[in-house]
């Protein structure tokens, strides 16, 4: 039988030269943009400004990874862009809605609905097994679960045999597979990761990494995640890099080498 496209994409353990964006990257379509966004923290002597008048827009159907040394403002500018922290100034928008308008149970319901995430913490719930955990969020929504989609993304992920553990039960790697398919299977307009691939080796990291890709390839997601890793940025339609606060470069598909390279500059 011949491969369709996902299987051929989430079989890959690196991507390869000359791919093309998400189907919906061309499309003027925004899944999300900032617009001088200000973050501004503590007040007097102590005050930090973590976000300096960023603007910046994300394409519906693109894979943008963003990166920079610590204290950069990019953990900060994804949090403000996830509406897990408000912007002290500009704006934040989710397709058409403005942040800076919701109120606190609107706000709740976005992130639920139309929100996927994957954070280094992997925030699971310790009394629910693996399966629990990622059909969680389509639970207390009230939607119907994909079978189709949830049985790939387990499958890519190596989960099918732990999905009646509780988070205590599995490794961190495995931890982090699971909120990883907790983000995906619910098909969210836009997925945010925080270093989705910190805790894992290099194998399970590029099978993260693929099955990303293959979200916004063969379904139209938008990703976008902070990393610390030139292999898992070059998996990006584009690489946003910050320094002090504010965006300083913008690569498009780059290669792993390409990445290291300015960040390597970017740090000295």
């Known amino acids: 039988m011949t491969p369709t ?24 379509q925004i899944a999300a943009r900032a ?8 007040s007097g002597d102590t005050t930090v400004e973590a976000l300096k008048g960023v603007s910046l827009s994300f394409a519906a159907g693109e894979f943008t990874a963003i990166m920079g040394p610590s204290g950069s ?67 207390i929504a009230g939607r119907e679960l994909d079978q189709e989609w ?55 990291s590029g099978e993260v990494m693929s099955i990303l890709r293959a979200a916004v390839d063969e379904f139209g997601q938008t990703v976008v995640i902070v990393t610390h890793d030139p292999r898992a940025a070059s998996w990006a339609d584009r690489v946003v890099f910050l320094a002090d606060g504010r965006i300083v470069q913008e690569l498009q598909s780059p290669s792993a080498d390409d990445v290291y390279a300015y960040m390597k500059n970017l740090d000295s």
């Not at 900060?76 to 308008?101: F, K």
């Not at 945010?192 to 194998?203: H, K, M, Q, V, Y």
């Open 150 to 204: 949830f049985d790939t993304v387990i499958g890519r992920l190596g989960l099918t045999q732990r999905l009646g553990h509780r988070p205590s039960e599995l490794s961190g790697g495995q931890q982090q597979r699971v909120a990883c398919a907790r983000a995906l299977v619910g098909k969210p307009q836009i997925i945010f990761g925080d270093e989705p691939t910190g805790n894992l080796d290099s194998r399970s």
């Open 35 to 42: 617009t001088d966004v200000t973050k501004v923290y503590g």
């Open 73 to 139: 403002g990019k953990s900060t500018l994804m949090h403000c862009l996830a509406g897990l922290d408000d912007a002290t100034g500009g704006t934040v928008t989710i397709g058409d809605t403005d942040l800076t308008t919701l109120n606190d149970k609107d706000m709740t319901r976005l992130r639920r609905d139309r929100i996927g995430f994957v954070f280094q913490s992997y925030n699971l719930v310790p009394t629910l097994t693996a399966r629990e955990n990622i059909t969680l969020p389509l639970d």
């Open 5 to 28: 496209r996902f299987e051929e994409k989430a079989s890959m353990s690196v991507p390869q030269d000359g791919r093309t964006p998400g189907a919906h990257a061309a499309t003027a």
